[in-house]
Structures are given as structure tokens and as C-alpha cells.
């Protein structure tokens, strides 16, 4: 074997190993879609995704808490992460996780109605095309974590991220980064809920609760 072949083999097979986050997104979107609640709790890591989703929010929840006077602003401040929690539980349900990949925003809570533009977002590779859109967009981070835009083609405050990490040769999900419209919409119910004397513990984001 010539010697120049060895970094073109290395490089081919490199090229080979990115694309395989493809096919586990490609599997996860197919889930999303036909509600398939199994495949989802199979491949997704939820104690991960716990934590994650309780740091974005308490950092949302201090941010949006900034317009408030002085003495809500800080009642926030400190319970935040209590704040955030069940917010997070709430999130992390194989049902509400499919409810929040599929167009990135969780309908199960009760909140504002989204902008219309979420209507055609979300997780959906149902063809070779949107497969490259999404790999375009991919960014690897070591051998074992690969991080994902959605939706691949619309930049801005409505695009989430997806993480995934290589675990026993399979791809799972791990880390939802949330959108920044949905970020703000949780922590000014949450301002306007604490504003009003609800519990701070345990605010009513279920749908049907009070709006």
C-alpha cells in the first residue's frame, strides 16, 4: 500500500463516522412522527435531559425576572431552580419529549399559542435532502457527541439544538438546547404566575391550568 493512501482512508472513514448520527436522527424523527413513545424512552437519555433542561431554565427564569421590581426580581432569583424543575419534569416524558421534537413546542403545557412559522419545524428527515440539510448543520465534538440544529434551514430565536452522544455503538439523545422564543415564554409565565401570589414551588404550566 502506497503511503498518500493512508490519510485518504483516514479521511474516508472519518467522513463514513459522521455520517452515522444520521441514521440514529433519521430513526428518532421517524418516532417522533409515528408517536412511537418505545423507541423514544429506549434512546434517550432523560437524566441527562433532566438537568439540562433545569439549567437552561433557571438561567431563563433569572434573566426574565429582570424587568420586575426589586423585591419579585429576587424572590425569583432565589427559587429559581425550584422553579425550574418542574418545569423540567414536565418536560422530559417520552410523550412531551415527542410533543417537543416534532415542532418545537410542547402543546402538553399551558402556554401561550406558538408563533405560526413552528407549524413546519421540527424534527422531520422523510427525505435524502432534509438528511443533508441536517448534516450540514451538524457539528461534531470529539468522537462521541455530535450536535444537531432543528430546523436545519431557519436560523434564530425559533431553531433548537439537539445533542447526541455515541454510547455502546448506538447514538442517543442527551440535551435538547430549547429555542429562545420557548425560554422566554416559560419564564414570563412563570414571572407573571409568581407575580400574581401562585406558588412559586409548583406553577400551574399544565394545559387547562389556569392561563
Do not use: C
Not at 81 to 100: C, F, K, S
Not at 166 to 195: C, F, G, M, Q, Y
Amino acid at each position: 500500500m502506497r503511503w498518500w493512501l493512508i490519510p485518504i482512508l483516514a479521511a474516508l472513514s472519518w467522513f463514513a463516522f459522521t455520517l452515522t448520527p444520521l441514521w440514529a436522527l433519521y430513526d428518532l424523527a421517524r418516532a417522533v412522527q409515528s408517536n412511537d413513545t418505545a423507541y423514544v424512552e429506549k434512546h434517550v437519555n432523560f437524566r441527562a435531559l433532566r438537568l439540562s433542561l433545569t439549567r437552561q431554565l433557571t438561567t431563563a427564569i433569572k434573566i426574565g425576572s429582570s424587568e420586575l421590581e426589586q423585591r419579585e426580581r429576587q424572590r425569583i432569583n432565589d427559587l429559581a431552580a425550584a422553579l425550574a424543575l418542574p418545569l423540567a419534569e414536565a418536560l422530559v416524558t417520552p410523550q412531551t419529549t415527542i410533543d417537543l421534537l416534532n415542532d418545537g413546542w410542547p402543546q402538553s403545557l399551558d402556554l401561550p399559542n406558538p408563533p405560526q412559522l413552528f407549524a413546519s419545524s421540527g424534527l422531520r428527515a422523510d427525505r435524502l435532502s432534509r438528511l443533508g440539510a441536517f448534516y450540514t448543520v451538524s457539528e461534531m465534538r470529539g468522537f462521541r457527541t455530535v450536535v444537531v440544529a432543528v430546523p436545519p434551514n431557519r436560523k434564530g430565536p425559533e431553531q433548537f439544538k439537539l445533542r447526541l452522544r455515541l454510547h455502546n455503538w448506538s447514538w442517543r439523545l442527551i440535551d435538547v438546547e430549547l429555542s429562545e422564543t420557548l425560554r422566554n415564554r416559560l419564564a414570563e409565565k412563570v414571572a407573571r404566575l409568581v407575580k400574581r401570589g401562585a406558588p412559586a414551588e409548583s406553577p400551574p404550566l399544565r394545559s387547562g391550568a389556569e392561563p
